[in-house]
């Protein structure tokens, strides 16, 4: 076995993920979030520990067996990986049930929201449930006894599940103690109970109470001696050789449902149950001890995220806010865009500034007699989206219409192949980008016809195309005509539907072409001029940080002498504040209300201060296996907003920052109460609700 890597230089990947999950959990404990916002913090760490397991630890245990002795940069095994990441995952996971048992349902159950267990139920609700089992679990629940002719049953990727201990014999003689119950997933995982039987105002039971209460109406003549929950998690990386298959459409939607069966990787069960029924499943599924959660309470409580909606109580929920608009999309009540955006760039900001001018966009190049074609390309967009129902009326028209479909958008895969099969139904053009290439980049382009010439108009964003995550992702979106600038992304366009080699491009940096080295020459031309006693500056944000050649880089300049902030929401591998290595970096972590999800690159660059926005992280994959633009913000003025809206604002922030130290560790930062500032709440303030930018 080879020696390893010192590896001292960074921080490992899985580590920093649970990290960043400790912080999304503090906003869970945080007493001055809202309770039904506090619910949901907690929902939102169970669902971003689903996809880490699902992605991230299947990963590591593929390595694991495969006998992968390679080190990472950080240093380690894969073995080692896993082991610390399971002690750290159950640690986060034990803490997350602490925050819902101790402090999240007493204090719903003080503001009349009760989750009742079923020794608090009375009468007339016991009669109610039973009612609701018989109507509605009953007909849909298939129970499977295990047998030499049931096997275990090959249970769905996070689905609610049951054990059942039971005795006696069935109607065939069979005396199998042990049967499967899997609770559809059509069915709610919480009930709220009607108003004339409820205690309080809302009383919710959750489904696993209500199949407890009544297993024994599904094994006749049999006693039930334990009902157990359980949940199993499984590698959901969809296996399609694109050198191989012929048509990827095809291929992905014959994989689709193999994602549900893929190899178990975590085991959750609820705390009642017993030691030898937990070692039954984990045998069953082919598990160990690292691999199993025992939790106090519900198994799945990403299922909760449905329960704030139901409640009518604005108290225990963040404020409603109404995205403003820059006033030149304020002035007149038929917009038209176009017009506009000869006249000057614009600059949305998303949440605080709404993204009903991009759909506008897309809406009007569609019904426009003018537009005689429109390009786009399609990550995320959600099953149910107005840019794509105009992208289809478009191409309904006669326009040229070209889209970009990237299949492979982990979780997004069915609603994307869907999209594109009614884009094909009515003539537009669909490409699925390059084979080994994700294409994540966000842009659309309109070629209008105007005083017997073409013109181009185009949208570029940090952010997908889809109007619901719009509204808590932060992003920002640049509409420009800008010539050299929709030359640049139709050379992209063009790449992504043809063949031929990538041309020059004059303002857009591409993956996996030119993003990096040029981002390599950003910092290094900051670095030189810290070296000839010039002022020099690098502030950035991002989700995540994890490319060795960018970090090195990073780490030269510090050691030159430039002042570099980063603003990293999730996982940071460089290690800040060393010295003799790192001692001029600072790294934070932004978490709040909103996701923060733009991504930002500002160089001081000898006083030109380059500004350029992007949809890409510094990871390897957004460097070389993805399709990627970084384009620059060009109008002095919208620079300007985005220096401040973007990047001093949050460096300002001391009560929603949390600062990493050299080890990997974060300490959220603090301030006297006259002294609070929150990037997010200012940003609202200025952007949603008053005041709004003349550009």
Not at 57 to 67: H, R, S, Y
Not at 401 to 424: C, G, K, M
Not at 433 to 450: I, L, N, Q, S
């Amino acid at each position: 076995m080879p020696n390893p890597p010192t590896g001292g230089q960074f921080i490992n990947r899985e580590l920093g993920q649970i990290e960043f999950n400790r912080r999304v959990l503090a906003q869970a404990d945080n007493k001055d979030n809202p309770l039904l916002e506090r619910l949901k913090f907690l929902c939102i760490v169970s669902s971003n520990l689903d996809e880490f397991f699902e992605v991230r630890v299947a990963g590591l245990k593929e390595q694991i067996t495969l006998d992968t002795h390679g080190f990472g940069p950080d240093g380690m095994l894969p073995l080692q990986v896993f082991k610390l990441v399971s002690e750290q995952a159950h640690s986060l996971v034990a803490r997350q049930y602490q925050v819902l048992n101790q402090e999240v349902l007493p204090g719903l159950a003080n503001e009349g929201i009760r989750f009742l267990r079923r020794a608090a139920w009375n009468d007339a609700q016991r009669e109610w449930i039973k009612t609701f089992f018989f109507r509605e679990l009953m007909p849909v629940l298939t129970p499977i006894g295990l047998d030499i002719s049931h096997p275990f049953p090959r249970v769905l990727n996070k689905s609610l599940n049951f054990a059942v201990e039971l005795e006696g014999k069935d109607a065939f003689g069979r005396s199998s103690g042990t049967a499967i119950v899997q609770a559809p997933r059509v069915l709610p995982r919480v009930i709220l109970l009607p108003g004339e039987i409820s205690t309080s105002e809302y009383n919710f039971v959750f489904l696993s109470s209500i199949l407890h209460a009544h297993v024994g109406e599904l094994f006749s003549g049999m006693s039930v001696l334990g009902c157990y929950q359980f949940r199993a998690t499984r590698n959901s990386d969809l296996f399609v050789d694109e050198e191989e298959v012929k048509n990827l459409r095809v291929a992905l939607q014959g994989e689709l449902p193999q994602r549900h069966f893929g190899n178990a990787v975590r085991l959750e069960v609820a705390d009642n149950c017993p030691q030898h029924m937990a070692d039954f499943l984990l045998e069953q599924l082919g598990l160990s001890r690292d691999d199993f959660y025992q939790v106090e309470g519900p198994v799945n409580l990403v299922r909760l995220m449905q329960v704030p909606d139901r409640i009518e109580r604005p108290n225990l929920k963040y404020p409603p806010f109404i995205p403003g608009l820059p006033l030149t999309l304020q002035k007149k009540k038929a917009v038209d865009i176009f017009q506009i955006i000869r006249k000057n760039d614009v600059l949305l900001h998303h949440p605080y500034q709404s993204f009903q001018p991009v759909i506008h966009f897309i809406q009007q190049a569609s019904t426009d007699p003018d537009v005689v074609a429109i390009k786009q390309t399609v990550y995320r967009t959600g099953t149910d989206s107005l840019v794509m129902t105009a992208l289809i009326a478009a191409a309904s028209s006669g326009k040229e219409v070209t889209v970009v479909v990237e299949l492979l958008a982990r979780f997004d895969e069915e609603a994307n192949i869907n999209w594109a099969s009614r884009l094909e139904e009515v003539g537009a053009h669909v490409v699925y980008g390059v084979v080994g290439h994700k294409t994540h980049a966000k842009m659309a382009m309109v070629v209008r016809r105007e005083d017997g010439k073409l013109r181009r108009y185009v949208h570029v964003s940090t952010g997908n195309y889809h109007p619901s995550t719009a509204r808590f992702y932060t992003d920002f979106g640049l509409f420009t005509c800008n010539e050299e600038v929709c030359a640049d992304v139709n050379e992209v366009f063009m790449q992504l539907t043809g063949l031929g080699k990538a041309g020059k491009l004059k303002h857009l940096w591409q993956s996996p072409f030119s993003f990096h080295s040029q981002m390599l020459i950003a910092i290094d031309k900051e670095a030189q001029n810290a070296r000839a006693g010039k002022p020099a500056r690098i502030i950035a944000k991002m989700n995540a940080l994890l490319e060795p050649e960018i970090i090195k880089a990073l780490y030269a300049a510090s050691a030159a002498g430039v002042k570099i902030d980063l603003i990293v929401r999730g996982v940071c591998a460089l290690r800040p504040g060393i010295t003799g290595l790192s001692e001029n970096i600072r790294v934070r972590s932004i978490i709040g209300r909103f996701l923060e999800h733009t991504r930002i690159f500002y160089f001081r660059s000898g006083g030109a201060h380059a500004m350029y926005l992007s949809s890409a992280d510094w990871m390897d994959r957004n460097f070389f296996r993805r399709i990627e633009i970084c384009f620059p913000v060009l109008d002095t003025r919208l620079k300007k907003r985005v220096l401040v809206e973007g990047l001093n604002t949050y460096l300002r922030d001391n009560t929603q920052a949390w600062e990493m130290d050299s080890n990997g560790n974060y300490r959220l930062r603090s301030a006297r109460a006259s002294k609070k500032f929150c990037a997010q709440e200012t940003l609202l303030a200025e952007l949603a609700v008053a005041r709004q930018p003349e550009i």
